[in-house]
């Protein structure tokens, strides 16, 4: 299987702070990312996928770049509304998996 | 599209636990989309566990494989899971998604459903 690997594992930021958040994969997976957001009791929410395209209803202070094994996700200008956990999934190669995810909590 | 997760919320070891995603908006068994089940808990975080396409072609989690089966039920605009022999370790959160048509992008999740496995 192929390893994603966050860093950190969480993080403590403030309003309007900018937030990068990493992912490495075990080995080359082109551009085969997405990003997802989680809140307490939620289910994921897709924010991000071929590592830099964001969906239509995604905030533009939120971007993402990568390709091969190392990927980040930026916030730009954090809002309240962020603070989350973020993860990271590759899907070059089944099974699918995931990275540990980002905490990113009020500092 | 909508997905909602149902299912008894408590499962003995080594019994089957059944899980059934009833959706609306979409069909589950034309357009091309990926019915997929997805797991998480605190132990193992988010793990894909299988998904059936729109014309029944399933694919599984190689750690799961012997364990598991996803169906459909058309008539019903349902998936389902079924895992077998339950352990303390397949205690977790389980979600049911779709793809976002392009064959890999996990975009429709339902709500999730809590299953404990214990005696």
């Known amino acids: 299987d192929i390893q994603m690997t966050q860093s950190p594992s969480s993080l403590s930021a403030s309003v309007g702070d900018r937030v990068t958040i990493t992912c490495r994969a075990s080995q080359g997976i082109g551009n085969y990312v997405g990003w997802f957001q989680q809140k307490p009791g939620k289910a994921p929410k897709s924010l991000i996928y071929s590592a830099s395209v964001l969906h239509d209803d995604v905030p533009s202070r939120f971007s993402a770049t990568g390709s091969g094994t190392q990927f980040t996700l930026t916030i730009s200008s954090l809002q309240p509304d962020d603070f989350a956990t973020y993860y990271c999934?590759?899907?070059?190669?089944?099974?699918?998996?995931f990275g540990g995810g980002t905490t990113v909590d009020i500092k | 599209v909508q997905l909602q997760e149902s299912g008894p919320g408590l499962v003995r070891p080594s019994e089957t636990l059944s899980l059934t995603c009833s959706v609306s908006?979409?069909?589950?068994?034309?357009?091309?989309?990926?019915w997929s089940w997805i797991r998480q808990s605190p132990e193992k975080g988010l793990e894909w566990i299988g998904y059936i396409y729109y014309s029944g072609d399933t694919n599984y989690n190689p750690s799961l494989m012997s364990r598991v089966t996803i169906s459909r039920d058309a008539s019903k605009n349902q998936f389902s899971l079924t895992l077998m022999s339950v352990t303390a370790a397949d205690t977790a959160m389980y979600y049911c998604a779709r793809d976002l048509g392009d064959g890999y992008t996990l975009y429709h999740w339902g709500q999730g459903i809590p299953v404990v496995v214990s005696s």
């Open positions: 999934q590759q899907y070059n190669t089944y099974p699918l998996t």
């Open positions: 908006g979409g069909s589950v068994n034309t357009g091309h989309y990926y």
